[in-house]
């Protein structure tokens, strides 16, 4: 999954592609580098983000929805409102990944049932400006697989069915650095859900303080080595999606496990 954020805030790259027809050619570019389908979204999530209205919301994505899928792109909304992914469901786009799993609006999942789209769910504890005030757990693996479920059986009580369902464990929400790598060398547990899995390690501050030199974090333009290598990571683990910034580098590992599997199957 590439990634195309039409925003002015996005921590990677902010303020790159808020113009429709710059979005749609990088989205291209992301197809070309290898990615099977381009997530556009139009508020940022970073931690301490401050919300958009859903009127500027769609202002920024439904252009770039409506450009991409007239190029033939499978196109994935990031959104957390209904009406955004309503609106962009009616503009061609296949899939909706909601990031806070079905919990900003409670529309959501009654939406996606009713369209019958897949729906990528988070885990999710609160919006960006309170976030990583939630970071307590007692076992962050099992609480957040408890509170994904949780989730889960939300959305399948709301009229979605299970083959709609992709799980996302929500790296860096709600979640400190050490919390992540807990969750990344954990990521059976998830699997094991019994539903496709996606993991958005892209670019994510705790591979820039993993990288740092000093005091100083590795700039984000300059993860993409380390964000490759997590592919590789999710990929052995079975993990049916990344969501990165880059695609070229992460489809190139996928083909390395994928070759790897072959032989391993023989």
């Known amino acids: 999954m590439g990634v195309v954020n039409v925003t002015p805030d996005s921590f990677s790259d902010g303020g790159r592609w808020l113009d429709p027809p710059t979005a749609v050619r990088h989205g291209l570019d992301l ?25 500027e919301e769609l202002r920024r994505v439904i252009p770039v929805v409506t450009g991409l899928v007239a190029e033939g792109v499978t196109v994935s909304v990031d959104t957390m409102r209904s009406e955004v992914a309503e609106r962009a469901l009616e503009a061609g786009a296949s899939l909706v990944n909601d990031v806070s799993g079905g919990r900003a609006d409670p529309r959501m999942t009654k939406l996606a049932a009713q369209a019958g789209v897949p729906i990528v769910l ?40 299970p083959e709609q369902v992709v799980v996302d464990p929500g790296l860096g929400f709600s979640k400190t650095g050490d919390q992540n790598w807990t969750v990344l060398a954990n990521l059976h547990a998830f699997t094991e859900l019994g539903y496709p899995v996606m993991v958005a390690a892209s670019r ?63």
Do not use: N
């Not at 400006?129 to 939630?134: A, N, V």
């Open 31 to 55: 197809v070309a580098q290898g990615a099977d389908l381009v997530d556009v979204g139009g508020e940022s999530t970073r931690p301490g983000a401050l919300r958009i209205d859903a009127e």
């Open 122 to 161: 988070m885990h999710w504890r609160g919006h960006s400006d309170s976030m990583q005030k939630l970071t307590q757990y007692d076992d962050v693996v099992a609480d957040v697989v408890r509170e994904l479920t949780a989730q889960v059986d939300a959305a399948l009580g709301a009229g979605v069915r």
């Open 204 to 266: 994510k501050r705790f591979l820039g303080e993993l990288l740092a030199e000093g005091d100083e974090l590795r700039p984000t333009d300059d993860r993409e080595d380390a964000t490759a290598a997590l592919t590789t990571v999710a990929a052995r683990a079975g993990v049916w999606c990344v969501r990165v910034h880059e695609a070229g580098p992460s489809a190139d590992a996928v083909r390395v496990v994928a070759r790897l599997a072959q032989e391993e199957g023989r």
